[in-house]
């Protein structure tokens, strides 16, 4: 039993619906929907990274809503700081984690 590496086989990283009638901040001044659903599956990825390749094999998957279509990013200013609007938060992290780690 020595040696063995745990192996996971499925990750499936899976937005969550966050509205909040304000624009609400985590610990670093970011606006809370984005910086919790956006961000947060990739170091988990890569922290399980590990297991995922002990696997051979192994699967992995984004789900978010069908309302991430409708999503667009707003480059100047991915916080919200105007205009926030909770549902137009929820909608762009869809095209955000398309774009994983290039945020």
């Not at 170091?43 to 297991?51: F, G, I, K, S, W």
């Not at 069908?66 to 929820?90: C, I, K, Q, V």
Request: overall charge positive; some cysteine; glycine content about 10%.
């Amino acid at each position: 039993m020595a040696g063995l590496r745990p192996a996971l086989h499925l990750l499936i990283n899976n937005t969550a619906v966050l509205f909040t009638p304000e624009r609400l901040y985590d610990a670093r001044g970011h606006e809370l929907a984005f910086s919790n659903l956006v961000p947060r599956p990739l170091p988990l990825t890569r922290v399980l990274l590990p297991a995922l390749c002990a696997a051979r094999g192994a699967r992995g998957a984004t789900v978010t809503s069908g309302l991430a279509r409708f999503g667009e990013l707003r480059w100047d200013d991915l916080g919200f700081t105007t205009g926030y609007d909770p549902a137009a938060t929820y909608r762009v992290q869809g095209p955000a984690w398309c774009l994983g780690p290039r945020l």
